[in-house]
């Protein structure tokens, strides 16, 4: 394998590595040596670090040296895109998953919104980007990276259920009753007028700015641009 696409590797394994390590095993002795305050520090610090290195190992690899898969690839990749930006832009609200002090209020409250779909929308989002980039095939690069950040989204929310329900107790059993895991297709048009709009406002602007920063037309505007 070529040397900048080893380093590319070993970027995102060392990103999606020490977020699981930081988030799960390494997080109680990392707030007991540095209380709460300071482990959000150093958990933000390494996070940008490693991320920055993803970012300048992915721009030093070699791009566009697959065959790709053509324009039903560039289709299916459309739609999920569609799909996660409706689901992210959805998760902000009511999430009980964020950091928040409404958490376990959240959890016991009704499922509404993308959270008939998921109770994880915000990770599914990233999730389904990523496979979307996978299913484009277009270079060694995103595939690796694309790997990386879905393997830390949709592996991570599972690993964050059982930590959510040792933090939260019956609050989380009551939410994860209620919610699946796994998204709900079927539910996904009643979700609500907000997140399909805002969602698809956000895939528009993204694929748009996708034509901008790379040069490559994605999303609708690669048929109407």
Request: include cysteine; glycine fraction near 12%; hydrophobic fraction near 55%.
């Given at each position: 394998?070529?040397?900048?696409?080893?380093?590319?590797?070993?970027?995102?394994a060392?990103?999606v590595?020490?977020?699981?390590a930081?988030?799960?095993?390494?997080?109680?002795?990392?707030?007991?040596?540095?209380?709460a305050?300071?482990?959000?520090?150093?958990?933000?610090?390494?996070?940008?670090?490693t991320?920055?290195?993803?970012?300048?190992?992915?721009?030093?690899?070699?791009?566009?040296?697959?065959?790709?898969?053509?324009e039903?690839?560039?289709?299916?990749?459309s739609?999920?895109?569609?799909?996660?930006?409706?689901?992210?832009?959805?998760?902000?609200?009511?999430?009980?998953?964020?950091?928040?002090?409404?958490?376990?209020?959240q959890?016991?409250?009704?499922?509404?919104?993308?959270?008939?779909?998921?109770?994880?929308?915000?990770?599914?989002?990233?999730g389904l980007w990523?496979?979307?980039?996978?299913?484009?095939?277009?270079?060694?690069?995103?595939?690796?990276?694309a790997?990386a950040?879905?393997?830390?989204?949709?592996?991570?929310?599972?690993l964050?259920?059982?930590?959510?329900?040792t933090?939260?107790?019956?609050?989380?059993?009551?939410?994860?009753?209620?919610?699946?895991?796994?998204?709900?297709?079927?539910?996904?048009?009643?979700?609500?007028a907000?997140?399909?709009?805002?969602g698809?406002a956000?895939?528009?602007?993204?694929?748009?700015w996708?034509?901008?920063?790379?040069?490559?037309?994605?999303?609708?505007?690669k048929?109407i641009?």
């Amino acid at each position: 394998m070529d040397g900048d696409l080893i380093t590319l590797a070993a970027a995102n394994a060392t990103f999606v590595g020490s977020h699981f390590a930081m988030s799960h095993p390494l997080r109680a002795p990392m707030v007991k040596a540095l209380g709460a305050g300071g482990f959000t520090l150093a958990y933000a610090a390494v996070s940008f670090a490693t991320l920055a290195w993803v970012y300048f190992a992915f721009v030093a690899a070699p791009g566009a040296d697959l065959p790709g898969s053509g324009e039903a690839g560039w289709i299916v990749a459309s739609v999920l895109t569609w799909l996660a930006m409706v689901l992210l832009a959805g998760s902000f609200v009511g999430n009980p998953a964020l950091p928040t002090p409404l958490a376990e209020a959240q959890a016991r409250a009704e499922p509404k919104g993308v959270f008939r779909v998921t109770r994880h929308p915000m990770m599914w989002g990233i999730g389904l980007w990523a496979i979307s980039h996978m299913v484009l095939f277009w270079s060694t690069r995103t595939m690796i990276t694309a790997f990386a950040m879905g393997t830390l989204a949709l592996v991570g929310s599972r690993l964050q259920d059982g930590k959510k329900a040792t933090l939260m107790g019956e609050a989380w059993g009551e939410w994860s009753s209620r919610t699946s895991y796994w998204p709900r297709w079927g539910q996904f048009l009643s979700v609500g007028a907000v997140p399909l709009i805002a969602g698809t406002a956000l895939w528009l602007a993204g694929s748009w700015w996708h034509l901008c920063s790379a040069g490559i037309p994605a999303g609708v505007w690669k048929w109407i641009g």
